[in-house]
Structures are given as structure tokens and as C-alpha cells.
């Protein structure tokens, strides 16, 4: 049985107070309840106060690019379809550079966990704008409160195809180490856009402004959306941000639909040149 | 036996004496797309290298799918070809257009063989030493086989005529191209179809008007273009992804291997990008696949960025780019050097990168076999440039030597290595640079790779001392590798003290070049870059050293060879430029005529 702190392989150096720690915190919890191996796990992350994780947490490995995520995890996806992918970016990195990948990532339905650290500012470059800020936010790139409506994670995996679609918040780290969980277990991209305050940038959605704004669906998280117009009315029409799993449904992942080899990990095939069938293809070109 | 040798040789010497002794000839043929330009001439260029000859072919062909005027050039010669010359002996024309284009390419003595349809007459200064046949090769098909398309196959018929080429070999490459795809009544109405071209062209033709070829015994080679040429190598070096974008002329690359890989067990993928593209071979290599991306112009721009994550990452990945004409869009459809410093210095940062520049079909499936070997060796993205010159257009190469390909993975461990290993570290500093490499999923390796300045172990590291030794192992790689990538090759006469340097698919028209001021009593040589960087020094530095006269070939405005040799070698000698950035490669006859004229000849 393993502990939760055999994840743990760092102490973190995020702000005091930050989103991030209770993030990490379900992150090694989940990854414990589920058994998971380090050596059979592989965190991949964004550019961005998240993607540290990597420092922190034990695993292997991929700090990239700022956006870049999705391929990478795709790609390691498709090379062992055997490892643990948990992805990691923030709202910057997820919703507007990395815009494109993600959904594309969703209608593939690449098997892989993608949290979302949505702290609502980009806060490694101290405290821009990000594509969640509200309407009107005051940040060091709009001194004068910002003039675009901010989007919206979930919603849009919705129309873009998401299999598993999820909100969680930093504040309740045991309802997102169950969220993390059954993320892990869906077969199929799952994400799970968490609600994390930036204690440093962010002065206007704290734990407190959160706390009084969301609306916890189910506590145990036993129960199963699949109404697709459901999770839309969820999303759009109440006052309050939901959090939980607010829909899932079963597909094909894109692993079992392109991969040829099922036996082993296409990286760990031996190479060999075939002469005799490349000798065969090549009586096309007579 | 020595009857039937003294019967050829009398044939020989009554054509020679014919002026008939064709040992070179080209065929344009020319139209609007969507006419089926592309398919006639691929189908002419198999039956030439059928015929045992040689050949080389040109798309000039517009960047839309009907409408605007195209020309396909397929050159067949006795020699090795790789491009095309400076005139047309044939011009097979669907439209007066084409005619009006080219009539002035057309070489004394040409023949052109046009649709008559609409078609008025020409001006006898046009005409002048050129034969003109017309013939109703739309209504022909129109008529006798329902559709217009079998214009094509009744053309072809007619240059089997013309050209005295074997009917047995275009009937076999018909039944090649339909039998399985469209079944039996469409082989038989495309055989009609050229038996029909052969009869009109014996009506119209007179025997002196011929060209004929004589047919050679038809040795094992392969018939292909540099893009099949680099998908085949990939398949061959074990290529198990392929990641990419649709772009032109790199595409035909992917949708090669789309259709080969998966029964090789691979899988290739069209992602939304080229960033996602290269990004998801880099993910998958980082896994142990060897993977592979192919671009041009503006998608190689979108690469940059992870091109220096795979040098930052040391993570190995090919990428194919076929250059294309620019800026910005350019022309997607034309040849051109524009990207050759773009690979080199490009992206942000400094980081070890390997160029390679194949120059012949044969080079494009060897570099790529050789290009995935180098990226495991050192670790780091190498690149194979090309142009769309070699990419998109047929040759003939000898047979590829599957036999002597040899798969080197570097310093890759297995779970048996790696168990043994104490502290395993990812990026640890080595003599040569290269680190042993652990894949995720084995035990004992744990390790995070990091696009940020990083340890040995790849944690984020801004120590100052950590960053210099980092940056210097990093960059050693290139001093290792610089001893193991394809090296300059001369051709010509190594005394000769006019030297020409070049890369890539100015190979072939440099080559003819040097063989025309060779009949001048001009003697040359040539310094073939095969691979661009590591930049190879010494030889170069060798070679100027030996000339008197140094031309540098380049299709780019900038003369960025010749920046590149210059910021690389010490010399006093001045190099001397010939560019060239129009929409097609080189003719020999511009580069001979050019050094001509700047040697005061």
C-alpha cells in the first residue's frame, strides 16, 4: 500500500496561502488511494506557478513549453498507452495559449487527467489578465479594468466533445482528490478545471469570495451525469459556480482507435528493419 | 550474334547520320489544372524508365486545384538526370495557351503535339523549325469514350508513337494504375484509348518528325520523388510516429506513410498544428518512439518554438522540411533556399541542431535513416532540408540497399542497463555531451525533462557555474557529431581551379553546368554540402584553398550558403554568387553561362 508521501518529493515554494499547495495535496492523496507507481507515472505541465509540480511531485517528468501540454501528453500518450498521463496547465496556458491543442485534445478523447489550475490571472509574469478574469478586472496589463468577457473551461469542453468534464476547488482538497480519482479512471480525456486562488495576484476571487460563490453538486461524487443539456443548464443558468463532475460519458479513446501494436508499448518495440515487406512496398516504385 | 551486332550498328549509324541519335529529350506537357497534366507525365516518366532510361522530371505547377496554367516537364536521358535543361523537344499542349507559353522553349527541330480545339493558326515566326501537329484529343475522347479525361491516355498513345517507346510497357502500367482501383472495363477503355493516340499519331506524323528511343535493358531502379524517397527512409529507420499539419510540397510525405505506417504498427497523426505537431513527436520520442514531423515555410516557423525545446529537452526528433517559396506564403507550389539560416541559427536560444541537405533521391532515403540515427546519437532535433525541386518531382535512383542500414540508438539503456546504473542521471556531464537516456514507464530511471535550465538530474537549476557547464555539454554534442554526419562530397575534376559550392537539389543543374563548360575546355569541381551543420569546416576551408575561382549556387535573394560559408571558414578568396529566386530551379544553362561571364570567357 503506498502513502501519500511517497509522492512527495520536495517541499513546494509557492506564495503562502496559494491554490496550488491543496491542489498538490489532492494530487498525492489521489495518487495513493489509486495505487499509483511513480515510476509509472507521468506528470506533464505548462508554463506557469503550476507547473513546479514537477519539482514536487515524484514522477516522471515533461516541463515544456507555455500551451504546449496537450501534444506532449498526446504523444506520450500514443507512444505507452501503460503510463499514468496527468496534465497539468494553468488558465493561460490551457484557455488562450494553449486554446488550439485543448480542443483537439477533446474530440480525440486521448486518454489523460487534465487539471486546469484556473487561478483567474497569470501570475508567474505578476499579474496579467487571463481569458477566466471577470469582466472588468484590474490587473498590471488592465490598470484600467479589463474590456473582454472572460470564457469558460467546462463550457467549452462541452461543445468541444469532453467525455469528462469537471470543476474543482483548491479549498476542498478531499472533493478534489476524488474528482482527481475518477478522472483517472475514466477512459478518455478528462478534465478538471480547479478554482484556485492566487493569493498574490488575484485580490478579488479569494478563498472567502469562493467560498460564498460555489456550489458543491455532490459531496460523494457517486453520482453519474449523462445529460449533456443538464451539464449546459448547470453551467449557464445558476448564480453560483458548480463544482463536481458535471458530465461523462463513454467513447472510444483515441489510443484504441490509431494504435496498430496493443501488446506492447510502441517505445518499447524493438526496431529491425524488415527488408523483406519494405523490399515488397518498394516494387511501386519500379 | 555478331549479324544481329552489325545490324544495330548500322542502324545506329544511319540515325547518327539522321541526326537521330537521341541520347537526352524532354517532354512538356502543358494545359490548365485539373487537365491531367500531372498524371500524363508521371505516367510517360514510369514507361521512360521502363524503356531502361533515365529521368528526371519538373512541376511548374500553380498553387490551386483547376484552372490556372500548369507545365510538367519529364526529361529522360541516357545519363543520370536531376532536373531539367534548358529547352523542350516535345510539347504536348491541351490548350493554345500552352503553345503561346512555351513555343519559345521548344528546340530546334521540336515537335508539339496540341488539342486542336480552338486552336488558330500560328505565326510563321513561331513556327520556324518546329514541326506542329494538331489533333482533336478532347473530342477524340469525347466521342469515342464519353469523357473528355481519356484525352490523356490518347495523348499518351500518340507520344508512344512519336517517341517509339514499347506499347506492351504503357499497357502494363495502365493495368498498374486502374485494374485494382477501378477494375477491368476501365483498363480496356484506357488501353482503346491509347491505341486510338498511336494510330492518329501514325496518320499525322511523319517518320523523319520522330523521336524515337531506343530501348535500353531496364536495370533495378527505383522510380520515385524525394518525398517517397524520405517517408520509405523513415519506414525503413523505424519511424513509428509521424505528427503533421497539411502543407505543400511536404505533405506527400505523410500521406505516405498514412498509408504504410499502420501495417508497420505505427501511427501517424494530423494534428490542429504545426506546434502540436512537432510538440507530439517530441512527447513521443521522450517515450521512446522514434517520431518524426515534416513541414515547410510558414509551418516550419511554428516549429521553432518546440525545435529549441528538443535541443533544450535533448530529446531526439526528425523533421523533414521541404523548402518552398516565401516569404510568408509565397508560392506554395515553387522551389527555393529561402529557410537554409532559419534551421541553422533559428528559434530562440542556442542549442546543438543537425542539418542535413540531401542532394539525390538516393541521399533523401539514406539522410532520413541517417538523420534518425543522428538525433538518438546526440540527442538532439535533426533536420532534413529539402526543396520542393527534389521533393515533389520523379527521378530515377538505383535500388535502395535495405541490407546495409544499421539502427543506432545512442546511449539508450534497456531496464537491464539501467537497473545497474546508481543515481541515474538524465542529463549528466559527459565527455562527448550525450547522457544516458532512460524512458518513463522503466525502474530506476526517474527523472523530469525540463525545457527550463536544468541539473543533471533535470531539475530547474539557475545556478551561474551550473548554467555554463550545462550549456557546454549541450553544445559539445555538435563537436561529437561533426566527426559522424555525411561529409562534402567533390564531383568533377578535384585540379579543377574553378570551384562551385552548393546544397540540395541544385545538384543536378550544377552538375550539367560543369559538363558544358567541360565541352569548353572549362574544367570545374563541385563541393556537394551534404550536411549544412554541423558546418563541415575543414573541408571547405580545404576546398577554397585549392581553387582559384569559387561560386556559390543558391535559389535565394540573400545568398545565405554563402553567409553561412563565410561566417564559418577562414579564406581570402572572394566567393562569388550566383542566385537565383524566380519561381524555378535552375536551368544549367544559366549557372554555365553565368560563370562564364564573370570569368570574362
Redesign the interface.
Given at each position: 500500500m503506498v502513502n501519500k508521501e511517497d509522492f512527495h518529493l520536495e517541499d513546494p515554494t509557492w506564495c503562502p496561502g496559494c491554490g496550488l499547495y491543496g491542489i498538490f495535496d489532492a494530487l498525492k492523496r489521489a495518487a495513493a488511494s489509486l495505487n499509483l507507481e511513480p515510476e509509472q507515472t507521468v506528470v506533464i505541465t505548462g508554463i506557469g506557478c503550476h507547473g513546479r509540480v514537477n519539482n514536487y511531485f515524484k514522477s516522471y517528468g515533461f516541463h515544456g513549453l507555455h500551451g504546449r501540454v496537450l501534444p506532449v501528453a498526446t504523444g506520450v500518450r500514443l507512444a505507452n498507452p501503460g503510463l499514468t498521463v496527468i496534465s497539468v496547465s494553468g488558465d493561460g496556458d490551457a484557455y488562450s495559449i494553449g486554446q488550439g491543442h485543448f480542443i483537439h485534445a477533446l474530440r480525440r478523447n486521448v486518454r489523460l487527467v487534465y487539471l486546469v489550475v484556473n487561478n483567474q490571472v497569470y501570475a508567474l509574469t505578476e499579474g496579467q489578465v487571463s481569458p477566466t478574469s471577470p469582466f472588468g478586472f484590474v490587473s498590471a496589463s488592465t490598470p484600467y479594468g479589463s474590456k473582454e468577457f472572460p470564457l469558460d473551461g467546462p463550457t467549452l469542453a462541452l461543445a468541444a466533445g469532453g467525455t469528462f468534464i469537471a470543476r474543482g476547488f483548491s479549498g476542498e482538497v478531499a472533493h478534489l482528490a476524488k474528482l482527481i480519482e475518477k478522472a483517472v479512471n475514466h477512459r478518455g480525456f478528462s478534465l478538471i478545471d480547479i478554482l484556485s486562488p492566487c493569493v498574490t495576484h488575484n485580490k478579488a476571487n479569494t478563498y472567502d469570495w469562493y467560498k460564498g460563490h460555489i456550489d458543491k453538486l455532490d459531496e460523494d461524487l457517486s453520482s453519474n451525469p449523462q445529460d449533456k443539456m443538464e451539464a449546459w443548464k448547470r453551467l449557464q443558468g445558476s448564480e453560483k459556480i458548480p463544482i463536481g463532475l458535471l458530465y461523462q460519458e463513454q467513447k472510444p479513446t483515441f489510443e484504441e482507435l490509431v494504435l496498430a501494436e496493443k501488446e506492447k508499448p510502441l517505445g518499447l518495440v524493438p526496431l529491425e528493419v524488415e527488408v523483406s515487406r519494405i523490399k515488397k512496398i518498394m516494387e511501386k516504385f519500379q | 550474334m555478331r549479324n544481329i551486332q552489325k545490324v544495330r550498328s548500322d542502324i545506329l549509324q544511319d540515325m547518327r547520320k539522321a541526326k537521330k541519335m537521341i541520347d537526352d529529350l524532354s517532354v512538356m506537357i502543358a494545359g490548365k489544372a485539373g487537365d491531367g497534366v500531372l498524371f500524363t507525365g508521371n505516367v510517360l516518366a514510369k514507361a521512360f524508365k521502363r524503356q531502361g532510361w533515365e529521368v528526371a522530371t519538373c512541376r511548374d505547377f500553380p498553387s490551386n486545384i483547376r484552372g490556372e496554367a500548369t507545365n510538367y516537364t519529364v526529361r529522360t536521358s541516357l545519363n543520370q538526370v536531376h532536373g531539367r535543361r534548358d529547352t523542350v523537344d516535345v510539347l504536348l499542349a491541351f490548350d493554345c495557351e500552352a503553345i503561346l507559353r512555351h513555343v519559345r522553349d521548344i528546340a530546334e527541330g521540336g515537335v508539339v503535339l496540341c488539342d486542336g480545339e480552338g486552336v488558330g493558326e500560328m505565326a510563321e515566326s513561331l513556327r520556324k523549325g518546329k514541326t506542329f501537329h494538331r489533333s482533336l484529343l478532347k473530342k477524340l475522347a469525347r466521342e469515342n469514350f464519353g469523357h473528355e479525361i481519356y484525352k490523356n491516355m490518347i495523348a499518351l498513345g500518340a507520344l508512344t508513337y512519336l517517341l517509339n517507346l514499347d506499347p506492351q510497357i504503357l499497357k502494363r502500367i495502365i493495368e498498374e494504375t486502374f485494374l485494382e482501383k477501378k477494375g477491368k472495363e476501365i483498363v480496356e477503355k484506357n488501353t482503346q484509348a491509347l491505341s486510338l493516340g498511336w494510330k492518329e499519331a501514325k496518320e499525322i506524323i511523319k517518320d523523319k518528325e520522330r523521336h524515337p528511343l531506343i530501348k535500353q535493358r531496364d536495370k533495378a531502379?527505383?522510380?520515385?520523388t524525394g518525398d517517397?524517397a524520405i517517408a520509405?527512409g523513415a519506414?525503413?529507420a523505424?519511424c513509428?510516429?509521424f505528427?503533421a499539419y497539411p502543407i505543400c510540397p511536404a505533405t506527400e510525405i505523410w500521406q505516405w506513410l498514412a498509408f504504410?505506417l499502420?501495417?508497420?504498427?505505427?501511427?501517424v497523426?494530423q494534428?490542429?498544428?504545426e506546434?502540436?505537431?512537432l510538440?507530439?513527436?517530441?512527447?513521443?520520442?521522450?517515450?521512446?518512439?522514434?517520431?518524426m514531423t515534416a513541414t515547410s515555410g510558414p509551418g516550419a516557423s511554428l516549429m521553432m518554438?518546440?525545435f529549441s525545446?528538443a535541443g533544450m529537452?535533448e530529446i531526439p526528433v526528425v523533421i523533414a522540411q521541404v523548402q518552398r517559396l516565401g516569404p510568408a506564403t509565397g508560392i506554395p507550389t515553387k522551389s527555393q533556399q529561402g529557410d537554409i539560416l532559419q534551421w541553422i541559427f533559428g528559434s530562440h536560444g542556442e542549442f546543438p541542431r543537425i542539418v542535413l541537405a540531401p542532394g539525390t533521391i538516393e541521399e533523401c532515403f539514406e539522410f532520413t535513416i541517417e538523420a534518425f540515427n543522428l538525433a538518438e546519437k546526440f540527442q538532439c532535433p535533426a533536420v532534413l532540408l529539402t526543396e520542393e525541386d527534389i521533393a515533389q518531382n520523379l527521378r530515377t535512383s538505383k535500388?535502395?540497399n535495405?541490407?546495409k542500414?544499421v539502427?543506432d540508438?545512442g546511449k539508450l539503456l534497456n531496464q537491464k542497463e539501467l537497473l545497474q546504473i546508481k543515481n541515474f542521471k538524465r542529463y549528466e556531464f559527459t565527455a562527448d555531451g550525450v547522457s544516458p537516456r532512460a524512458?518513463?514507464?522503466?525502474?530506476?530511471?526517474?527523472?523530469?525533462?525540463?525545457?527550463?535550465e536544468h541539473n543533471e538530474r533535470?531539475?530547474?537549476d539557475e545556478d551561474p557555474l551550473n548554467r555554463v557547464l550545462m550549456m557546454e555539454k549541450r553544445m559539445r554534442k555538435l563537436r561529437a557529431a561533426s566527426q559522424d554526419v555525411p561529409s562534402p562530397r567533390i564531383w568533377g575534376d578535384r585540379k579543377a581551379k574553378i570551384g562551385i559550392i552548393g546544397a540540395g537539389s541544385t545538384l543536378g543543374p550544377i552538375l550539367e553546368a560543369m559538363a558544358e563548360l567541360g565541352q569548353k575546355k572549362m574544367k570545374s569541381k563541385f563541393l556537394q554540402l551534404r550536411t549544412l551543420w554541423p558546418f563541415p569546416k575543414r573541408q571547405a576551408e580545404n576546398f577554397m584553398a585549392s581553387c582559384q575561382e569559387v561560386f556559390i549556387i543558391e535559389n535565394n535573394y540573400t545568398g545565405q550558403l554563402s553567409h553561412l560559408l563565410k561566417s564559418q571558414i577562414q579564406t581570402s578568396l572572394r566567393v562569388k554568387n550566383i542566385l537565383k529566386y524566380s519561381t524555378l530551379p535552375f536551368m544549367p544553362g544559366e549557372i554555365s553561362t553565368q560563370i562564364q561571364g564573370m570569368l570574362g570567357w
Amino acid at each position: 500500500m503506498v502513502n501519500k508521501e511517497d509522492f512527495h518529493l520536495e517541499d513546494p515554494t509557492w506564495c503562502p496561502g496559494c491554490g496550488l499547495y491543496g491542489i498538490f495535496d489532492a494530487l498525492k492523496r489521489a495518487a495513493a488511494s489509486l495505487n499509483l507507481e511513480p515510476e509509472q507515472t507521468v506528470v506533464i505541465t505548462g508554463i506557469g506557478c503550476h507547473g513546479r509540480v514537477n519539482n514536487y511531485f515524484k514522477s516522471y517528468g515533461f516541463h515544456g513549453l507555455h500551451g504546449r501540454v496537450l501534444p506532449v501528453a498526446t504523444g506520450v500518450r500514443l507512444a505507452n498507452p501503460g503510463l499514468t498521463v496527468i496534465s497539468v496547465s494553468g488558465d493561460g496556458d490551457a484557455y488562450s495559449i494553449g486554446q488550439g491543442h485543448f480542443i483537439h485534445a477533446l474530440r480525440r478523447n486521448v486518454r489523460l487527467v487534465y487539471l486546469v489550475v484556473n487561478n483567474q490571472v497569470y501570475a508567474l509574469t505578476e499579474g496579467q489578465v487571463s481569458p477566466t478574469s471577470p469582466f472588468g478586472f484590474v490587473s498590471a496589463s488592465t490598470p484600467y479594468g479589463s474590456k473582454e468577457f472572460p470564457l469558460d473551461g467546462p463550457t467549452l469542453a462541452l461543445a468541444a466533445g469532453g467525455t469528462f468534464i469537471a470543476r474543482g476547488f483548491s479549498g476542498e482538497v478531499a472533493h478534489l482528490a476524488k474528482l482527481i480519482e475518477k478522472a483517472v479512471n475514466h477512459r478518455g480525456f478528462s478534465l478538471i478545471d480547479i478554482l484556485s486562488p492566487c493569493v498574490t495576484h488575484n485580490k478579488a476571487n479569494t478563498y472567502d469570495w469562493y467560498k460564498g460563490h460555489i456550489d458543491k453538486l455532490d459531496e460523494d461524487l457517486s453520482s453519474n451525469p449523462q445529460d449533456k443539456m443538464e451539464a449546459w443548464k448547470r453551467l449557464q443558468g445558476s448564480e453560483k459556480i458548480p463544482i463536481g463532475l458535471l458530465y461523462q460519458e463513454q467513447k472510444p479513446t483515441f489510443e484504441e482507435l490509431v494504435l496498430a501494436e496493443k501488446e506492447k508499448p510502441l517505445g518499447l518495440v524493438p526496431l529491425e528493419v524488415e527488408v523483406s515487406r519494405i523490399k515488397k512496398i518498394m516494387e511501386k516504385f519500379q | 550474334m555478331r549479324n544481329i551486332q552489325k545490324v544495330r550498328s548500322d542502324i545506329l549509324q544511319d540515325m547518327r547520320k539522321a541526326k537521330k541519335m537521341i541520347d537526352d529529350l524532354s517532354v512538356m506537357i502543358a494545359g490548365k489544372a485539373g487537365d491531367g497534366v500531372l498524371f500524363t507525365g508521371n505516367v510517360l516518366a514510369k514507361a521512360f524508365k521502363r524503356q531502361g532510361w533515365e529521368v528526371a522530371t519538373c512541376r511548374d505547377f500553380p498553387s490551386n486545384i483547376r484552372g490556372e496554367a500548369t507545365n510538367y516537364t519529364v526529361r529522360t536521358s541516357l545519363n543520370q538526370v536531376h532536373g531539367r535543361r534548358d529547352t523542350v523537344d516535345v510539347l504536348l499542349a491541351f490548350d493554345c495557351e500552352a503553345i503561346l507559353r512555351h513555343v519559345r522553349d521548344i528546340a530546334e527541330g521540336g515537335v508539339v503535339l496540341c488539342d486542336g480545339e480552338g486552336v488558330g493558326e500560328m505565326a510563321e515566326s513561331l513556327r520556324k523549325g518546329k514541326t506542329f501537329h494538331r489533333s482533336l484529343l478532347k473530342k477524340l475522347a469525347r466521342e469515342n469514350f464519353g469523357h473528355e479525361i481519356y484525352k490523356n491516355m490518347i495523348a499518351l498513345g500518340a507520344l508512344t508513337y512519336l517517341l517509339n517507346l514499347d506499347p506492351q510497357i504503357l499497357k502494363r502500367i495502365i493495368e498498374e494504375t486502374f485494374l485494382e482501383k477501378k477494375g477491368k472495363e476501365i483498363v480496356e477503355k484506357n488501353t482503346q484509348a491509347l491505341s486510338l493516340g498511336w494510330k492518329e499519331a501514325k496518320e499525322i506524323i511523319k517518320d523523319k518528325e520522330r523521336h524515337p528511343l531506343i530501348k535500353q535493358r531496364d536495370k533495378a531502379r527505383l522510380i520515385l520523388t524525394g518525398d517517397e524517397a524520405i517517408a520509405l527512409g523513415a519506414l525503413a529507420a523505424g519511424c513509428r510516429l509521424f505528427a503533421a499539419y497539411p502543407i505543400c510540397p511536404a505533405t506527400e510525405i505523410w500521406q505516405w506513410l498514412a498509408f504504410h505506417l499502420p501495417s508497420f504498427k505505427g501511427t501517424v497523426v494530423q494534428t490542429e498544428d504545426e506546434l502540436a505537431a512537432l510538440n507530439m513527436a517530441i512527447g513521443a520520442s521522450f517515450c521512446g518512439v522514434r517520431a518524426m514531423t515534416a513541414t515547410s515555410g510558414p509551418g516550419a516557423s511554428l516549429m521553432m518554438e518546440a525545435f529549441s525545446l528538443a535541443g533544450m529537452a535533448e530529446i531526439p526528433v526528425v523533421i523533414a522540411q521541404v523548402q518552398r517559396l516565401g516569404p510568408a506564403t509565397g508560392i506554395p507550389t515553387k522551389s527555393q533556399q529561402g529557410d537554409i539560416l532559419q534551421w541553422i541559427f533559428g528559434s530562440h536560444g542556442e542549442f546543438p541542431r543537425i542539418v542535413l541537405a540531401p542532394g539525390t533521391i538516393e541521399e533523401c532515403f539514406e539522410f532520413t535513416i541517417e538523420a534518425f540515427n543522428l538525433a538518438e546519437k546526440f540527442q538532439c532535433p535533426a533536420v532534413l532540408l529539402t526543396e520542393e525541386d527534389i521533393a515533389q518531382n520523379l527521378r530515377t535512383s538505383k535500388d535502395f540497399n535495405l541490407q546495409k542500414i544499421v539502427i543506432d540508438r545512442g546511449k539508450l539503456l534497456n531496464q537491464k542497463e539501467l537497473l545497474q546504473i546508481k543515481n541515474f542521471k538524465r542529463y549528466e556531464f559527459t565527455a562527448d555531451g550525450v547522457s544516458p537516456r532512460a524512458l518513463p514507464g522503466m525502474k530506476n530511471g526517474l527523472h523530469l525533462v525540463e525545457g527550463n535550465e536544468h541539473n543533471e538530474r533535470g531539475y530547474r537549476d539557475e545556478d551561474p557555474l551550473n548554467r555554463v557547464l550545462m550549456m557546454e555539454k549541450r553544445m559539445r554534442k555538435l563537436r561529437a557529431a561533426s566527426q559522424d554526419v555525411p561529409s562534402p562530397r567533390i564531383w568533377g575534376d578535384r585540379k579543377a581551379k574553378i570551384g562551385i559550392i552548393g546544397a540540395g537539389s541544385t545538384l543536378g543543374p550544377i552538375l550539367e553546368a560543369m559538363a558544358e563548360l567541360g565541352q569548353k575546355k572549362m574544367k570545374s569541381k563541385f563541393l556537394q554540402l551534404r550536411t549544412l551543420w554541423p558546418f563541415p569546416k575543414r573541408q571547405a576551408e580545404n576546398f577554397m584553398a585549392s581553387c582559384q575561382e569559387v561560386f556559390i549556387i543558391e535559389n535565394n535573394y540573400t545568398g545565405q550558403l554563402s553567409h553561412l560559408l563565410k561566417s564559418q571558414i577562414q579564406t581570402s578568396l572572394r566567393v562569388k554568387n550566383i542566385l537565383k529566386y524566380s519561381t524555378l530551379p535552375f536551368m544549367p544553362g544559366e549557372i554555365s553561362t553565368q560563370i562564364q561571364g564573370m570569368l570574362g570567357w
